[in-house]
C-alpha cells in the first residue's frame, strides 16, 4: 500500500527557512513523479515543484529561486528546500506521488490529481 508521511514543517519568520521531508513506503518510487502540493486557507491547491522519474524538477513560478526539491531513492524521501520564506507561502503542503504520468510530463499542476497523497504538514511564515 503506497504511503507518504511528510514531517519537517512549523513556523518561521520571513526570509527563513524550512525543510520539507516526505518518507514514502509501500512501492519502489524510481518510476514516480513526486512532488509538494499546498493549500492556503481559502485558496485553491497550488502545485509548488515536482521531481520526475527522470530526475528532472519544475517549479511554480512563485517559487522558482527559493525552493529546491530533491529526492534520495535510497531512502525512498523526497525533500523540499524552503528559502527566503514569504508570508504567503504559509499553507498545509502535501506530498503527493503519480506512476501514471508519462516520463518527462511532470509538471506542478499535473499532481493535482494524483492518486496517492500525504496527510500534510503545517508551513506559517510571520511578516
Known amino acids: 500500500q503506497v504511503q507518504l508521511v511528510e514531517s519537517g514543517g512549523g513556523s518561521v519568520q520571513a526570509g527563513g527557512s524550512l525543510r520539507l521531508s516526505c518518507a514514502a513506503s509501500?512501492?519502489?518510487?524510481?518510476?514516480?513523479?513526486m512532488g509538494w502540493i499546498r493549500q492556503a486557507p481559502g485558496k485553491e491547491r497550488e502545485g509548488v515543484a515536482t521531481?520526475?522519474?527522470?530526475?528532472?524538477?519544475s517549479y511554480a513560478d512563485s517559487v522558482k529561486g527559493r525552493f529546491t526539491i530533491s529526492k534520495d531513492n535510497a531512502k525512498n524521501t523526497l525533500y523540499l528546500q524552503m528559502n527566503s520564506l514569504k508570508p504567503e507561502d504559509t499553507a498545509m503542503y502535501y506530498c503527493?506521488?503519480?506512476?501514471?504520468?508519462?516520463?518527462?510530463?511532470?509538471?506542478?499542476?499535473?499532481?493535482?490529481?494524483?492518486?496517492?497523497w500525504g496527510q500534510g504538514t503545517q508551513v506559517t511564515v510571520s511578516s
Open positions: 521531481f520526475d522519474s527522470d530526475g528532472s524538477s
Open positions: 503527493a506521488a503519480d506512476n501514471q504520468l508519462w516520463v518527462g510530463y511532470c509538471p506542478p499542476g499535473a499532481l493535482l490529481t494524483s492518486p496517492y
Open positions: 509501500g512501492d519502489s518510487y524510481s518510476s514516480y513523479c
